[in-house]
């Protein structure tokens, strides 16, 4: 299933790896489990009531950069589709109903974004209209599909494989290890400062026929 995620990554998500495209050293890097990666947070244990609405501000979090925002980015919008736009595309708050709640969820994983490939904010966004597409850099639109192709890899790749793993390899709640930005950027703009190790190894390149 490795290489089938590796091969569907090459052919069918070009619009986010173009050419340069991945191999399984991309993520690996020499280790048999990618340093970079990411399991459900429930969080500690709540009272029932308002008080269960967990998301963990205030809570020190590698994923958040240890800012005060949600602790756990990456199950709303890795693995779930939760909506990810919360920035207004007018002078005045015309519309937009985002709560605060769904704002720092965003922020939090802007900031693994911005960590995990090395770059800040207006690598993808203008600073001046945060919300408005016309107005970002092309990279905004390769973030978009990067954040669809993660999505994917943790679903249809990765957790369908939860039994697989022994229990030692799964997170606190049962959950296998799963992909964010940083599994295949290390930090990095583009993943080995775009080096492309794909175009040596063809059968990576092109759709297994069986699924088994």
Not at 24 to 39: A, L
């Amino acid at each position: 299933r490795m290489l089938q995620m590796t091969q569907n990554i090459n052919q069918n998500w070009t619009t986010h790896v173009v050419a340069t495209g991945v191999t399984c050293y991309t993520c690996h890097r020499g280790n048999n489990i990618p340093q970079q990666v990411w399991f459900n947070d429930g969080g500690h244990p709540q009272a029932g009531g308002a008080a269960q609405r967990y998301t963990g501000q205030n809570e020190p979090s590698k994923a958040a950069a240890y800012a005060s925002l949600a602790t756990d980015p990456f199950t709303p919008f890795l693995q779930n589709a939760a909506n990810i736009r919360v920035q207004g595309t007018t002078a005045l708050p015309d519309g937009n109903l985002s709560s605060i709640k769904q704002t720092d969820w965003t922020y939090a994983l802007m900031m693994h974004m911005s960590t995990g490939l090395g770059v800040n904010c207006t690598y993808c966004h203008n600073s001046r209209a945060f919300g408005e597409w016309s107005e970002s850099p092309p990279q905004r639109v390769t973030a978009w599909y990067g954040i669809r192709m993660v999505r994917q890899m943790n679903n249809e790749y990765m957790t369908p494989l939860t039994s697989v793993f022994p229990a030692r390899r799964l997170g606190p709640t049962g959950d296998v290890a799963k992909a964010n930005c940083a599994t295949c950027h290390n930090g990095v703009y583009k993943p080995l400062y775009g080096v492309s190790m794909a175009k040596d190894f063809p059968e990576l390149r092109t759709v297994s026929s069986s699924s088994k």
